[in-house]
């Protein structure tokens, strides 16, 4: 079955800090990945995805994500993280034919001044 | 250009009654999904419709329907509430020709059920 894994619950960075954010995907068929930002009581933003081609896909925001197909992962970077990054950060892969999209539980990054 | 709407913003309810939810895609969007967020998980696929037909189904019992009207809106209705109900449900569009996996977010409707 379809799944997506987000290792870590809760991340704390500094301001300036890099950050990388862990997604490990069961998909059987080559995988459409997403990361998506959800702000306290919004929806979710897309912020970068991936379909084929280059494995290292660029986002908004300055958000970066490597495809691993050996190591099932899609983890997500950014070099200096600013204090508005301060979010929960979803990864997803669609599957099927509808594009349904299966969700990891999430990551909530903290952002030390 | 507006992205996803969805009302009402919040709600609250009673176990055993009834809710409905209302979702407009993006502009150029043809296709709803809607996913149920509980308190600290993640998004899970509820159903999808296109062409004013539900097209996929997720893990979730007959009390939840859907409906999309022609002009690509769509309602979700939960019958006979339970506690276990209250979650973000958010509602997602995409234009299924031009970007079948490129899904844009509502901000959703916070439903409490008491």
């Known amino acids: 079955a379809q799944s997506v894994t987000q290792p870590d619950i809760h991340i704390t960075v500094s301001e300036g800090a890099s950050l990388e954010l862990r997604c490990n995907y069961s998909y059987g068929a080559t995988p459409y990945l997403f990361w998506y930002v959800q702000s306290p009581g919004q929806g979710l933003q897309l912020l970068l995805k991936?379909?084929?081609?280059?494995?290292l896909v660029q986002g908004i925001k300055g958000f970066e994500a490597e495809f691993k197909r050996s190591q099932s992962s899609f983890n997500l970077r950014k070099p200096s993280v600013h204090w508005s990054d301060a979010a929960e950060y979803f990864c997803a892969v669609a599957a099927g034919a509808t594009n349904k999209l299966i969700f990891g539980t999430g990551t909530l990054l903290a952002v030390q001044p | 250009d507006a992205g996803v709407t969805q009302s009402p913003t919040h709600l609250i309810k009673t176990r055993g009654q009834q809710v409905t939810l209302r979702c407009s895609p993006k502009?150029?969007?043809?296709?709803v999904s809607w996913y149920q967020q509980a308190l600290g998980q993640g998004p899970q696929f509820i159903f999808q419709?296109?062409?004013?037909?539900?097209?996929q189904r997720g893990n979730f019992p007959d009390r939840f329907s859907g409906h999309q009207f022609p002009n690509y809106s769509s309602e979700l209705n939960v019958n006979a509430l339970l506690l276990g109900d209250s979650a973000l449900y958010l509602c997602?569009?995409?234009?299924?020709?031009?970007?079948?996996?490129?899904?844009?977010f509502g901000p959703g409707t916070r439903l409490t059920v008491t």
């Open positions: 997602a569009s995409n234009d299924r020709d031009r970007a079948i996996y490129e899904q844009y």
């Open positions: 502009s150029g969007h043809d296709t």
């Open positions: 991936y379909f084929s081609g280059d494995t």
């Open positions: 419709y296109y062409e004013e037909e539900e097209r």
